[in-house]
């Protein structure tokens, strides 16, 4: 019996785990080519949380080919996953307080579908273990060694996520063992990735090492679906960056794009999406958070906690990095 079958099947005589409804509204069967929701006047575009010039391009590249959305944001953001100099994604991420690189990442398509894995070590792609996770099991996030041992049986091999600059930094914060939140890039450089291909179907990943020095076992924002990345092919997709325990409280990525359906441009559902946060916050300013959104027709918005949080687009008029407002101004 193929892996694929045998997992599907598994799973659905898993008595208990999971009722057959649940299973059905995860899983949907993908919709025939042209089918009318699919036929679009929307341009490709991919958006990506900070200043990701490398991870954009490969999306492009993709897209630019006839590639799909959902192909786009894996490879983009696999690009950040395998960037030793990017100390918040893959490879390279910053450890936990117990000296483990511990990654989360999400990925979810244009039928709704979607793939996660949270705490998984070992593993330079985690995005690709999550599409794999959708795609190949009835499940929807695997865990901590569980999604280890998933990613070694689909392939994935070994690899030490720790670098030399890292363990520095560890054994350097092992000193204080403080544990304070960086507002910005320096310490949120999680990528979240956002694609519409030449169907006008949306796609979207989120992929972390998570806070640095954080508690073992800590997961964020960026692996569940709804908080760090949301899809509605209909509407639009959200994502986000910051301090994931504040974007969790309000299902951040998933109330944007519910506020996109009811009317709001990406722009006003992002600042939205960011006052719902500090009306739960009020006076505090030592966290960051950004969102960014695109909406059905590809127009794109983005909004934050602290100045500094921008976002790359690339589309047909061109590859930018763009400023974002923020709540608090100075
Ligand atoms: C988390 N949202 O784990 C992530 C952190 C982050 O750039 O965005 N870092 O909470």
Not at 155 to 177: A, C, I, N, P
Request: aromatic content about 6%; overall charge negative.
């Amino acid at each position: 019996m193929q892996r694929r079958k045998f997992l599907k099947k598994s799973g659905l005589t898993t008595a208990g785990l999971m009722s057959a409804p649940v299973l059905a509204s995860c899983k949907t069967e993908n919709k025939p080519e042209n089918t009318p929701a699919t036929i679009s006047v929307t341009k490709p575009i991919a958006i990506c949380t900070w200043n990701f010039v490398n991870a954009t391009a490969k999306a492009w590249e993709v897209l630019e080919n006839d590639g799909n959305a959902l192909d786009a944001v894996e490879q983009g953001v696999m690009v950040e996953e395998a960037d030793v100099n990017n100390e918040t994604v893959g490879k390279g991420g910053r450890p936990d307080r117990d000296g483990n690189v511990t990654l989360d990442a999400c990925i979810m398509d244009k039928d709704g579908n979607c793939g996660s894995v949270v705490y998984i070590q070992n593993i330079e792609h985690p995005v690709s273990v999550a599409r794999k996770v959708m795609e190949e099991t009835p499940h929807i996030i695997l865990a901590g060694k569980g999604a280890e041992q998933f990613a070694y049986e689909q392939g994935f091999k070994k690899e030490d996520l720790l670098t030399e600059s890292t363990r520095k930094q560890y054994e350097e914060w092992k000193k204080t063992s403080k544990y304070e939140t960086t507002i910005n890039i320096e310490n949120h450089d999680t990528i979240g990735m956002l694609a519409i291909d030449k169907n006008g179907d949306i796609a979207g990943a989120c992929t972390t090492s998570g806070m640095a020095y954080k508690v073992a076992g800590r997961v964020g924002d960026s692996p569940i679906i709804g908080a760090g990345l949301y899809v509605d092919n209909e509407v639009g997709g959200a994502t986000a960056t910051g301090v994931g325990e504040e974007v969790i409280r309000t299902v951040g990525s998933f109330l944007i794009v519910e506020l996109m359906r009811q009317g709001k441009s990406p722009q006003e559902a992002c600042e939205e999406g960011v006052k719902r946060i500090m009306k739960k916050n009020e006076g505090r300013k030592d966290f960051q958070i950004g969102f960014l959104a695109v909406n059905k027709k590809g127009e794109t918005g983005g909004y934050c906690v602290h100045p500094g949080f921008t976002y790359r687009e690339y589309s047909e008029n061109g590859h930018e990095n763009r400023q974002v407002q923020s709540f608090y101004t100075g």
